[in-house]
């Protein structure tokens, strides 16, 4: 029997499994919360994001893949940090407890924690104003 999830595809990553997720950790880090909410989590695309965790304790798409027209960042970013950590955690709540993935996940509420959720860690200002407001759907 095929698994309902095999039609879900990369097309521009030959084919890849939809569930074995693609490049960006912020995409990643929601795809791991999809297949933990479909019993399905990956260890594979855990680990994934396990090595794309930054010296300061976040994520950041650019520091993965990059646009021809910046360099690669060493910085993190709060919107990709929090798309991993809700996949993290996922991951976790779905009966995936590893030692690695709690102690990145930690680092990575910590790296939150130094900024106050929202502000720069350099000059404390709001890095946007829209963080200020809540949101429905939450986003």
């Not at 260890?43 to 027209?69: H, I, T």
Request: glycine letters at 8%; charged letters at 30%.
């Amino acid at each position: 029997m095929i698994g309902r999830d095999e039609g879900l595809v990369f097309k521009w990553h030959n084919n890849r499994p939809f569930l074995h997720g693609e490049t960006e950790p912020c995409i990643n880090g929601r795809i791991l919360a999809i297949g933990a909410y479909f019993k399905k989590p990956r260890r594979a695309l855990a680990n994934q994001l396990l090595r794309q965790q930054l010296e300061d304790g976040g994520w950041n798409c650019e520091a993965v893949e990059p646009s021809p027209k910046c360099p690669k960042s060493r910085r993190s970013s709060f919107h990709t940090t929090i798309c991993v950590l809700e996949g993290l955690l996922a991951y976790e709540r779905a009966g995936s407890k590893f030692a690695a993935v709690t102690k990145a996940r930690k680092r990575g509420e910590d790296y939150l924690l130094e900024r106050g959720m929202f502000r720069s860690l350099r000059t404390a200002e709001i890095i946007d104003e829209r963080w200020l407001r809540f949101s429905y759907p939450t986003f």
